[in-house]
């Protein structure tokens, strides 16, 4: 560059004062122009993010979104798996016993997502968070993803919620800081699964808590999966929304805010059947969740799910949180879903065989 010559624009595309837009003296002029550069650093991204439960519901609606990013995806798995995975995912085994083995596993790793199943031995959370922390990691999403953690009223009824708080005292006493999803429960999962919604689409057979018409929150897979993979797109610091401003706290999002009635009505438009072609009852629910805490009581493995959404369809808005708090999918630039395009998808996945225990 010559003097006199005009200084390019800047990269972040903002203008140089007039006084330097030429050259004069070209070491002056320099340094001064490299000083203006260095007050706009540019932001910086998480490049590389591990999941741990790959093959899992969240795992793998989150992995298909993330695929659209430029993020670098491992997917830890216990050694001996044969874990599946699209291409550009990366693979590292580990013994999830062995801090050592998780850690080795977990270095050069900006995020640490955590995806188990409800039977996973509890250390296994513990030590995952433990081999973050020695890695390097700075951020993770803990095993977290559901209800309003936040919610008192159902964390004294619903005992799996404290857990949440267990997890989050832990990440943070560790010097890292975590991020958590409050979706509600999985649309397609918890319709699917008849006792769960009270809408069995196979039997043709609906219980409706209550009236029917107390209204909560619910997210399908793929909605998650956008969340997530827009928290993970979000600039770690800088002006905004930004992770660091976010960071200790649960993002809130939502695809429908809808009641029992609303749910069937879908289902019959999906089906073409009508209330006359159901059977169709009525059960209030503090009895159906007190029966299922005594049948929790004798080891009725299913009774624990039934609890716990019986209790967030009690008419106090527990399951209504976009009411009380409001949702962040604008944030997130989450897109409008429709609720008749999300039935089809669960009346056909569960007319297809599905099995929601087989992984």
């Known amino acids: ?8 624009p800047c990269p972040w595309g903002g203008r140089l004062s007039p006084d ?3 050259l004069g003296n070209p070491l002056e002029s320099v340094v001064e122009y490299k000083n203006l550069y260095s007050n706009h650093t540019m932001p910086s991204y998480i490049k590389k993010v591990a999941i741990v439960g790959a093959s899992g519901n969240m795992g793998k609606h989150t ?18 798996s044969n874990l599946s995975v699209p291409n550009g995912v990366s693979i590292k085994e580990v013994d999830y016993d062995d801090i050592s ?6 270095e050069g790793q900006d995020f640490l997502m955590i995806t188990l199943s409800v039977i996973t031995p509890p250390g296994v959370h513990s030590n995952l968070v433990q081999a973050a922390a020695k890695a390097g990691i700075k951020y993770i999403m803990p095993n977290a993803y559901g209800f309003d953690f936040h919610n008192k009223a159902l964390i004294s009824d619903i005992d799996v919620a404290s857990r949440f708080s267990e997890y989050s005292s832990e990440i943070e006493g560790l010097g890292m800081s975590h991020f958590s999803l409050v979706c509600s429960f999985w649309y397609e999962w918890s ?10 689409t196979k039997e043709k057979k609906a219980t409706f808590f209550d009236d029917g ?6 997210s399908t897979w793929q909605q998650c999966g956008r969340a997530v993979a827009k928290i993970l797109s979000l600039p770690i610091d800088g002006e905004g929304e930004t992770l660091e401003s976010w960071k200790n706290k649960s993002f809130y999002i939502s695809s429908f805010r809808v009641n029992q009635r609303e749910m069937l009505n879908s289902v019959h438009r999906v089906m073409g059947t009508e209330d006359k072609d159901w059977e169709i009852s009525y059960q209030p629910t503090k009895e159906r969740y007190t029966q299922a805490v005594e049948d929790m009581k004798t080891g009725d493995r299913n009774a624990f799910a039934k609890a716990m959404y019986a209790r967030v369809f009690f008419p106090d808005g527990s ?14 630039d989450l897109p409008t879903e429709e609720l008749d395009e999300a039935t089809k998808a669960t009346v056909d996945l569960v007319e297809s065989g599905w099995n929601p225990f087989g992984q």
């Open 1 to 8: 560059m010559q003097v006199g010559e005009t200084i390019p």
């Open 20 to 22: 330097v837009t030429r």
């Open 63 to 80: 992995i298909t979104e993330l695929l659209e990013t430029n993020t670098q995806i491992t997917a830890l798995t216990r050694q001996g």
């Open 101 to 106: 083995s998780i850690t080795t596993a977990l």
């Open 191 to 200: 319709l699917g699964i008849g006792v769960l919604y009270g809408i069995d």
């Open 213 to 218: 018409n107390t209204r909560i929150n619910t």
């Open 319 to 332: 399951g209504d949180y976009e009411t009380r708090r409001g949702l962040d999918n604008e944030i997130l």
